[in-house]
């Protein structure tokens, strides 16, 4: 199972703090809005986006069918694919994607400790 490029969601108070203590660590801009309160943030090939107001958890995100640094890669394993074998194998999803369609979509679980998962594919 390939699940693409990996990155932290970090649900922020303010994400403009939030952008400075980052950059302070390395961290550069490397994509969103802060006008909409999010941004994705790299250091080499840590990615973590921050984002204000959006969600209540931090999020352990994955994103099919790129990588770190947010490029397309062929061929990539669709996120259906990747529902179908979490589900053969019992992993509970907390959202699922929909298998008549293609392009973007995204499915959601929960580890065993709590932790969100986001495996959420953009093309």
Same mark, same amino acid.
């Given at each position: 199972?390939?699940?693409? !490029?990996?990155?932290?969601?970090?649900?922020? *108070?303010?994400?403009? *703090?939030?952008? !400075?203590?980052?950059?302070k660590?390395g961290?550069e801009?490397a994509g969103?809005?802060?006008?909409?309160n999010?941004?994705?943030? *790299? $250091?080499? =090939?840590s990615?973590?986006?921050?984002f204000?107001?959006?969600?209540?958890? @931090?999020?352990?995100t994955?994103n &099919?069918?790129?990588n770190? =640094?947010?490029?397309?890669? =062929? &061929?990539?394993t669709?996120?259906?694919?990747?529902?179908?074998?979490?589900?053969?194998?019992?992993? $509970?999803?907390v959202?699922?994607a929909d298998?008549?369609?293609?392009? &973007?979509? @995204?499915?959601?679980?929960?580890? &065993?400790?709590g =932790?969100?998962?986001?495996?959420?594919?953009?093309?």
């Amino acid at each position: 199972m390939h699940l693409g !490029a990996f990155s932290i969601s970090l649900s922020v *108070k303010d994400i403009h *703090k939030s952008k !400075a203590f980052y950059e302070k660590l390395g961290f550069e801009v490397a994509g969103g809005d802060i006008t909409q309160n999010w941004l994705m943030m *790299k $250091n080499e =090939n840590s990615v973590i986006g921050l984002f204000q107001g959006m969600f209540e958890d @931090n999020i352990i995100t994955f994103n &099919p069918g790129w990588n770190q =640094n947010s490029d397309d890669v =062929n &061929p990539f394993t669709d996120v259906r694919e990747i529902q179908k074998q979490l589900k053969e194998q019992g992993v $509970n999803l907390v959202s699922e994607a929909d298998e008549t369609t293609e392009g &973007p979509e @995204n499915i959601t679980m929960v580890d &065993p400790d709590g =932790n969100p998962i986001l495996i959420d594919q953009h093309r």
